[in-house]
C-alpha cells in the first residue's frame, strides 16, 4: 500500500511474459489476469476465503533475480540480464504472492509432473462415480484430471469405503468418498457465516467431514458450500439425481429475497426452473447467496398462479381488460398500492398512470429481521426504484389506514392494486367491496379474488426488466423461462393503460424504448442509458437526495448505511 | 463436569501462559483426559467452551490423535510396544499371549471391563524390549510367559493399575 491508499503495481513475469499486478496478489490470480485462458489449477483456494494451501494442485515453479550475498549487486547472464534464481522445489500459487522481479513457470515439466502427482494421490481413493455423480460436468476434480491426469491408475489395492449419503443439514447431503478434503466448506461455515459447525475428524485416509454431533449445518448460508465444493462431495439434497448440468440453459438473474438484489444464475429447461446459484458480483454479493432465495423459483409452479387476463371473473384479451380498466381510471378517484417487487420499469409505468389518473400513491413495506450478511431487513428487491422513478416520495408504510378512511369516506371508487393483499393490510374485504379493484399480480389473493379486473403479471424468472438495490444499483434481470402461456410482460400491458389515459395511441413498446422514455425523464438515470447498456453487474446511480431518507437496512455485508451516506456526500474524486 | 480442583487450578494457570487460548487446545485435552479418563463429549464442550472455540475445534483435535480417547479404559489400561525393537524382541507374541489369557481382542476393551489392551508406538526403553505398560508402570522384558504371569495378577487384581493417585 502506498501512502494514499491505492495498491501499487509490480511486475512480474510469468512464462516468460512480463504482467504487471498489484502488490499482494497470489500467483494463481496473477496468472488469471493474464488471460489467454491461462489458468493455475487449484481446489482448496477461493478467492472469497482465506488460504488454506492444503491440496497443492497449484504448484508452480518460482525463481526471484539473483543478488551477490556480500555485495547486494545483481548477478548478470553473458547477455547483461540479471540472473533468475529457481527454487529447486515448486511451490504453491495460492500462497505465493507478487513480489517486484519474481518469475513464475506454469507449465515447465517439473510442474506438470506435479500435477499428475496430485492428481493421482486425489484419485486413489475417488470412487470415480462421475456417471452418477451431481457434479458431472462442473467438477473440478473432472476437468483436472482429463487434463493433468495421466489416464489410467496404476492402484490396485482396495478403495477406502466411506459413508456415500451422510445428512450434514436439512438442505445438505455429503458423499465423503468423493471429499478431498479441501476444507472450504470448513473455512466458509467459519468466515463467512461464523457458524463454525464443519470439521474433518479422525485422520489420514480415514479423514471425514463431519459436524460435531447434535449439531447441523442448518444456517440460511448452506447451500454456498454446495457450491464451493470442487467435487461432488457437498450436493444439495434439493438438486440431487434432478438433472445434468450440462442440459441446463444459464440465465443472469437478480435474487427478489431482499434490497440486497444478490446476483443469481437460473438454471433452467425445457421452461422448467431446476436450481439458483449465486453469481459473482464483488460489489453486491461476493460470490453468495442465501439458501432461502434460491427456493424462491418454487413459486413459478404454484398452483394459486394467474393465468388469465379476466374481467369479473370472465376470461378476456390483454386489449379488452387494459381498456376496462382505462375507463376505470378515467373515472377519476383513483387510489393506487404500488409494489416495491415491480421493476423499475414497471413502476416507471405505473408512475405514468398514477399521475395520468391522478391517483393518490400508497406502497407498503415488507421488514424483516436482517441476517448482516446477504438478506436485509428490507424484504423488496425494489424500493429504490419506486423512489428514483418518483412512484412514491416518502418510505413505505407498514399498513393502508389513510387509504381505508379514503375508501370508507367515499373518496376513493377504484383501488388499482399491484401484487399486494390488501385485506391483510387494514382494508376489510367488506371495506374492499365498496371500491372497484383492479389487481395486477402473479399469484391470487384475497385481493385478487374479490377484483374486479386480473391483469396478471409475470414472475422475475419470465420477464426482463432491472431492479435498483440498496446501494442504489441498477441491475438487470433476463427472462430465463417462459411465463404461464398467453401473459405477456407487464410493461406492454401498462402502456396499454397508460396511452390512453393520455389520450395517445398505444404503441408496441419495446424494453429498449421504454428505456429510452426512462433515461430521457429520470434525471438521477444518464440519458446515454440504455437497456442494452446496462452491464451485466449492474453500475450504480446518483441518490441524491434520497440517500437522506432513513432506510430500514442496516450493516451487511456489502453496505454500510452510515459509510454510504458519507461517500454520497463526498465530493467527487476525493 | 466434575474436574478435580487441581485440574482446574492447572487449567486457568496455563491457559493464560498462550497468546491465543487456541493455542491451548491440545494441553487442555490432556489435562481433562488425565482427569477423567478419557474425553466424553461433555469434555469436548466445556474444553471448547473454556477457550471459546466451537466443540468441532476440538472434536478435531481429539479424533486425531492416538493418545488421546474417546471412551473409558478397563481397570487396566495396558499398552503394548509394537515399534521396531519391541516387535522384533517378541511383542506380538506377547501382545498374543495378553490377548488370549485376558480374553480381549487388542484394541479393545474386555467385557469384564478389567481390561483395555492396545498397540502403542515407542515407550522409549528399547534397550529392555518388549516393553508394556499397564496404566504408568512400565514392564521390561516381557516375553508370553512374562506376559501370561501379568495377565494372572491382572486377573487376580493383584497387580496395581499403575494410575497416579
Avoid at chain 1, 533475480?65 to 545483481?74: F, H, L, N, S, Y
Avoid at chain 1, 440431487?240 to 450440462?246: D, E, G, N, T
Avoid at chain 2, 499398552?79 to 522384533?88: D, E, F, G
Amino acid at each position: 500500500m502506498s501512502q494514499n491508499g491505492t495498491v501499487e503495481n509490480v511486475t512480474i513475469n510469468i512464462d516468460g511474459q512480463d504482467v504487471s499486478v498489484p502488490q499482494g496478489t497470489n500467483i494463481i490470480e496473477a496468472v488469471k489476469m493474464v488471460g489467454k485462458g491461462k489458468e493455475v489449477p487449484h481446489y482448496c483456494y477461493h478467492p472469497k476465503l482465506s488460504v488454506a494451501g492444503n491440496c497443492r494442485m497449484c504448484l508452480v515453479e518460482m525463481g526471484m533475480p539473483m543478488k551477490d550475498r556480500a555485495t547486494g549487486e545483481a548477478i548478470l547472464d553473458e547477455d547483461g540480464n540479471q540472473k533468475i534464481g529457481w527454487m529447486p522445489k515448486p511451490t504453491i500459487g495460492c500462497a505465493t504472492n507478487a513480489a517486484p522481479g519474481m518469475h513464475i513457470k506454469t507449465n515447465s515439466p517439473m510442474v506438470k509432473e506435479s500435477r499428475n502427482g496430485v492428481t493421482e494421490f486425489l484419485l486413489i481413493n475417488h470412487p470415480l462415480d462421475c456417471p452418477i455423480c451431481d457434479q458431472a460436468g462442473e467438477c473440478r476434480l473432472q476437468e483436472f484430471s482429463a487434463e493433468h491426469g495421466r489416464g489410467y491408475s496404476r492402484f490396485i489395492e482396495d478403495k477406502n469405503v466411506k459413508p456415500k449419503r451422510t445428512r450434514l443439514g436439512p438442505r445438505v447431503t455429503l458423499d465423503d468418498e468423493r471429499c478431498i478434503l479441501c476444507s472450504r466448506c470448513v473455512r466458509f461455515s467459519k468466515e463467512i457465516v461464523d457458524d463454525d459447525v464443519l470439521g474433518f475428524v479422525d485422520r489420514g485416509t480415514y479423514s471425514t467431514l463431519t459436524c460435531y454431533p447434535g449439531k447441523e449445518l442448518e444456517n440460511n448460508y448452506s447451500l454456498n458450500t454446495v457450491d464451493i465444493c470442487p467435487v461432488g462431495a457437498l450436493t444439495s439434497t434439493d438438486f440431487r439425481f434432478k438433472m445434468r448440468v450440462w442440459f441446463l440453459k444459464r440465465t443472469n438473474s437478480i435474487c427478489t429475497e431482499s434490497s440486497v438484489g444478490a446476483n443469481t444464475e437460473i438454471w433452467s429447461r425445457e421452461g422448467k426452473i431446476y436450481r439458483i446459484t449465486p453469481r459473482r458480483n464483488d460489489a453486491v454479493n461476493d460470490t453468495w447467496m442465501t439458501d432461502s432465495g434460491r427456493a424462491l423459483y418454487k413459486a413459478v409452479e404454484s398452483e394459486d398462479r394467474l393465468t388469465h387476463y379476466t374481467i369479473g371473473g370472465v376470461h378476456k384479451t390483454p386489449e379488452d381488460v387494459a381498456s376496462a380498466a382505462v375507463d376505470l381510471l378515467k373515472g377519476g378517484d383513483v387510489a393506487m398500492v404500488a409494489s416495491a417487487h415491480s421493476s423499475v420499469e414497471e413502476q416507471f409505468y405505473y408512475k405514468a398512470i398514477a399521475e395520468r389518473s391522478r391517483a393518490k400513491v400508497s406502497l407498503v413495506s415488507h421488514y424483516g429481521e436482517g441476517d448482516g450478511l446477504l438478506q436485509s431487513e428490507d424484504r423488496t428487491p425494489n424500493l429504490r426504484g419506486a423512489l428514483l422513478t418518483g412512484l412514491i416520495d416518502q418510505l413505505p408504510e407498514a399498513e393502508l389506514s389513510p387509504l381505508a378512511r379514503g375508501i370508507n369516506s367515499g373518496a376513493v371508487k377504484t383501488l388499482l392494486v399491484v401484487n399486494e393483499d390488501v385485506t391483510a393490510l387494514g382494508i376489510s374485504p367488506d371495506l374492499l367491496s365498496k371500491v372497484k379493484v383492479i389487481y395486477v399480480g402473479t399469484h391470487t389473493n384475497d385481493t385478487a379474488k374479490d377484483a374486479d379486473i386480473v391483469i396478471p403479471s409475470l414472475m422475475v424468472f419470465e420477464k426482463d426488466g432491472t431492479f435498483i438495490n440498496q446501494t442504489f444499483r441498477l441491475q438487470k434481470f433476463k427472462t430465463a423461462v417462459p411465463g404461464p402461456s398467453g401473459i405477456r410482460p407487464d410493461f406492454m400491458v401498462l402502456e396499454k393503460i397508460a396511452a390512453p389515459l393520455a389520450d395517445e395511441k398505444p404503441a408496441a413498446v419495446t424494453l429498449d424504448e421504454v428505456w429510452q422514455r426512462i433515461a430521457a425523464k429520470l434525471e438521477s438515470i444518464q440519458d446515454s442509458l440504455t437497456w442494452r447498456g446496462i452491464p451485466d453487474e449492474g453500475i450504480a446511480l446518483e441518490p441524491g437526495a434520497l440517500v437522506e431518507l432513513p432506510f430500514a437496512e442496516t450493516k451487511n455485508l456489502k453496505y454500510d448505511p452510515v459509510a454510504f451516506k458519507e461517500a454520497q456526500s463526498a465530493p467527487a474524486g476525493a | 463436569m466434575n474436574l478435580k480442583p487441581e485440574t482446574t487450578e492447572k487449567i486457568d494457570k496455563l491457559v493464560p501462559r498462550y497468546p491465543t487460548k487456541r493455542s491451548a487446545a491440545l494441553p487442555l485435552c490432556h489435562l481433562v483426559q488425565e482427569d477423567q479418563g478419557y474425553l466424553s463429549n461433555e469434555a469436548i464442550e466445556w474444553i471448547a467452551q473454556r477457550l471459546e472455540l466451537e466443540p468441532i475445534n476440538i472434536q478435531e483435535i481429539v479424533t486425531f490423535y492416538p493418545m488421546l480417547r474417546t471412551e473409558p479404559t478397563g481397570k487396566y489400561h495396558v499398552r503394548v510396544c509394537r515399534t521396531l525393537p519391541c516387535a522384533l524382541a517378541g511383542a506380538y507374541q506377547t501382545c498374543h499371549r495378553l490377548e488370549k489369557e485376558l480374553n480381549v481382542e487388542v484394541g479393545h476393551t474386555s467385557e469384564d471391563g478389567l481390561v483395555t489392551l492396545e498397540y502403542v508406538e515407542c515407550h522409549a526403553d528399547c534397550g529392555r524390549a518388549p516393553v508394556v505398560m499397564v496404566g504408568e508402570e512400565e514392564y521390561t522384558d516381557i516375553d508370553p510367559d512374562k506376559a501370561g504371569e501379568l495377565a494372572a495378577k491382572m486377573k487376580s487384581g493383584e497387580l496395581s493399575d499403575g494410575m497416579p493417585d
